[in-house]
Nanobody, 120 residues
Framework: QVQLVESGGGLVQPGGSLRLACAAS????????MGWYRQAPGKQRELVAI???????KYADFVKGRFTISRDNAKNTVYLQMNSLKPEDTAVYYC??????????????WGQGTQVTVSS
């Protein structure tokens, strides 16, 4: 059974920081890119960042310079450090695992999502 379990969401003021974590089952971490999508109310789910685990990390333009994705292979965990948060970053953030080599970044497995709210 593949499982992705997210943690770390919450309420933060504009300009603040949060770190999201996603713990993956051992059978999935190798051979998969790990990443984060987000979905704001009334909007489509969008890619935030993805780490192929050896390849080039991809970031959405709207988070470049503010968010950093990292992987701890020993812990089967992927992190998203979010700095300089803006109200428009408010969304449910989803961890995803994407099978390497299939030619796109559409998620194969998903976490349950964690709410991030940026508001004063």
């Amino acid at each position: 059974q593949v499982q992705l379990v997210e943690s770390g969401g919450g309420l933060v003021q504009p300009g603040g920081s949060l770190r999201l974590a996603c713990a993956a089952s051992g059978s999935i971490f190798s051979g998969y890119a790990m990443g984060w999508y987000r979905q704001a109310p009334g909007k489509q789910r969008e890619l935030v960042a993805i780490s192929p685990g050896g390849g080039t990390i991809k970031y959405a333009d709207f988070v470049k310079g503010r968010f950093t994705i990292s992987r701890d292979n020993a812990k089967n965990t992927v992190y998203l450090q979010m700095n300089s948060l803006k109200p428009e970053d408010t969304a449910v953030y989803y961890c995803t695992a994407v099978r390497l080599g299939k030619g796109n970044w559409q998620g194969d497995y998903w976490g349950q999502g964690t709410q991030v709210t940026v508001s004063s």
